[in-house]
Antibody, heavy 116, light 108 residues
Framework: EVQLVESGGGLVQPGGSLRLSCTAS????????MDWVRQAPGKGLEWVGR??????????EYAASVKGRFSISREDSKKSLYLQMNSLKTEDTAMYYC???????WGPGTLVTVSS | SYELTQPPSVSVSPGQTARITCSGD??????AYWYQQKPGQAPVLVIY???RRPSGIPERFSGSSSGTMATLTISGAQVDDEADYYC???????????FGGGTKLTVL
């Protein structure tokens, strides 16, 4: 059974940092492109970024809204994906999902709240 | 930046056919994918690569793409199909993923 579980969400002040983690099981993690997708309260889905799989040399891509502030990494030996978020803004408040969107694998999400 | 455009809402009666469109310049070259999301739940993939249906998704869900528009069709919509539906694709470089703004489907 495919499972993705996110952790690390919480309340952080504007300008602060937070690191999200995602642990995968039930599929060949290293072969898959892995994405972070967020959803602000009452809003639509927004793609945050991607870590491509082994076959695509683990390259990363980011949405313009987070480029330079967020960083995605992965550790295939631990079947884990990470999202380092720096210089957080109130508009980064959202549910953050770890996913492999092309194949429909999603975690339940972890909530990040940026507020003073 | 690249955008995908969806109608904000679509409404049908039970048993009717619901069609949700997604338009974007790169859709003539790039695949469209469709997600269903119900309140408080993670999205569920209902169509991938324009028209392929994942296992477990009912046959009433189908997808098509022509030119710069992709369409999700729900034939014989049921009350249980009420949800938000999102298309996604990539820009022409294949590097930037974009979600459409979402369409709220009402079946009543």
């Amino acid at each position: 059974e495919v499972q993705l579980v996110e952790s690390g969400g919480g309340l952080v002040q504007p300008g602060g940092s937070l690191r999200l983690s995602c642990t995968a099981s039930g599929f060949a993690f290293s072969d898959h492109n892995m994405d972070w997708v967020r959803q602000a309260p009452g809003k639509g889905l927004e793609w945050v970024g991607r870590s491509r799989g082994k076959g695509n040399s683990y390259t990363t891509e980011y949405a313009a809204s987070v480029k330079g502030r967020f960083s995605i990494s992965r550790e295939d030996s631990k079947k884990s994906l990470y999202l380092q978020m720096n210089s957080l803004k109130t508009e980064d408040t959202a549910m953050y999902y770890c996913a492999s969107i092309a194949v429909g694998y999603w975690g339940p999400g972890t909530l990040v709240t940026v507020s003073s | 930046s690249y955008e995908l455009t969806q109608p904000p809402s679509v409404s049908v009666s039970p048993g009717q056919t619901a069609r949700i469109t997604c338009s974007g310049d790169a859709l003539s070259k790039m695949y469209a994918y469709w997600y269903q999301q119900k309140p408080g739940q993670a999205p569920v993939l209902v169509i991938y690569e324009d028209s392929r249906r994942p296992s477990g998704i009912p046959e009433r869900f189908s997808g098509s793409s022509s030119g710069t528009m992709a369409t999700l069709t729900i034939s014989g919509a049921q009350v249980d199909d009420e949800a938000d539906y999102y298309c996604y694709s990539t820009d022409s470089s294949g590097n930037q993923v974009v979600f459409g703004g979402g369409t709220k489907l009402t079946v009543l």
